[in-house]
């Protein structure tokens, strides 16, 4: 059983930042792909973020282009979602997950094998 733990959720206001985190503790950090998603009260789980297992492959939603980045420490088995320019539109539980596999889409929650518990971030007014 595979197991992330999530940290670096919290409050801000508007503008601000926070940088999330997902560790493997005790586990190789061979995951073919970490994704983030988030998800938004009443809302479906959507996708953020992903990057392969080389670091140099990185994917976003449009929505958050330009303000989240990706970024993986294979070292630490880590990966990190820095945020910038936070809106309430932002306002959501992160998801960090991983798959092993490759050749399905990595937009979808439906390709990746293992979850973390989530993480709460708000971001006010």
């Known amino acids: 059983q595979v197991q992330l733990v999530e940290s670096g959720g919290g409050l801000v206001q508007t503008g601000g930042s926070l940088r999330l985190s997902c560790a493997a503790p005790?586990?190789?950090?061979?995951?073919?792909?970490m994704g983030w998603f988030r998800q938004a009260p009443g809302k479906e789980r959507e996708f953020v973020a992903t990057i392969y297992r080389s670091g140099g492959t990185t994917y976003y939603t449009d929505s958050v282009k330009g303000r989240f980045t990706v970024v993986r420490d294979n070292a630490k088995n880590t990966v990190y979602l820095q945020m910038n320019s936070l809106t309430p539109m932002d306002t959501a539980v992160y998801y960090c997950a991983a798959t092993l596999s490759g050749g399905t889409p990595y937009y979808s929650p439906t390709s990746y094998n293992y979850w973390g518990q989530g993480t709460q971030v708000t971001v006010s007014s």
């Open positions: 005790g586990r190789t950090f061979t995951f073919y792909r």
